[in-house]
């Protein structure tokens, strides 16, 4: 299902391919974080990243809930939507199912997985789009993450954290606080401790540390959003 065409990307057929390309041919990474917000802002970041993921390799893309989970989830750490067709204003992709528990019904809240639509029917359409919602509370829960991802981790997968380096904070303090999440993650910090007390508001932070224990841990500046509104904003890549 569609939910967040013309809300947080256009559904127009020119407007969105103007956003989405042009794309180029980058070396490959096994993992990026990318940003959430109205896509405009971010769309550069978005081929950047896109450049380096050849068509035809599965893109497993995890959000971590904004919200909690439901009452039929709980005891569970992660769900993914039921395997389909997704028809978008750029074609067709395919969307794939790696984990237990039905995460469709999250996805009418959690737009980040939309963002990643139109990047993929353009650019890689032979590509298999993998969401996890995952709802991490506990450095206990970041490592179970990582042992459910560690067999999807083939050669031919690549990983995508949904995250914005800061919630929603004053603007002023925005810059530094941003600045200081990615130094974080360029240095390969552990972030649940920081995370749960609340030194860091990163929204995925959980999630990057559990793939980051797939590769080398430290995360390379990609670049930061044309126009942060409300939150830090930018996009890493990990190998």
């Not at 050849?54 to 039929?72: N, S, Y």
């Not at 039905?102 to 590509?127: C, I, K, Q, R, T």
């Not at 997968?157 to 925005?174: A, E, Q």
């Amino acid at each position: 299902m569609i939910y967040h065409s013309a809300i947080f990307y256009p559904d127009d057929h020119d407007a969105l391919l103007g956003l989405v390309r042009p794309i180029g041919n980058e070396p490959p990474h096994k993992a990026f974080i990318l940003p959430h917000m109205e896509i405009r802002s971010i769309a550069a970041l978005y081929r950047k990243a896109f450049a380096s993921i050849p068509d035809g390799t599965r893109i497993v893309a995890i959000m971590q809930l904004h919200r909690e989970p439901l009452a039929k989830d709980e005891g569970t750490i992660c769900w993914s939507p039921g395997e389909r067709m997704e028809e978008t204003a750029l074609g067709s992709i395919r969307i794939g199912s790696v984990t237990a528990g039905d995460g469709s019904p999250y996805e009418e809240e959690e737009y980040a997985m939309e963002l990643l639509y139109p990047f993929v029917a353009f650019h890689n359409p032979s590509s298999l789009l993998c969401p996890i919602y995952a709802h991490l509370e506990s450095a206990a829960d970041s490592r179970k993450l990582t042992e459910i991802l560690r067999p999807l981790d083939d050669g031919n997968t690549v990983f995508i954290v949904s995250s914005n380096m800061t919630g929603r904070i004053d603007p002023d303090r925005l810059p530094a606080e941003r600045d200081r999440m990615i130094e974080l993650l360029e240095n390969g910090s552990h972030l649940i401790d920081p995370w749960r007390k609340g030194h860091i508001t990163a929204c995925g932070a959980p999630v990057i540390e559990s793939v980051s224990r797939l590769g080398s841990g430290r995360w390379s500046l990609m670049g930061i959003s044309e126009k942060e509104t409300g939150a830090g904003h930018a996009a890493l890549s990990m190998d």
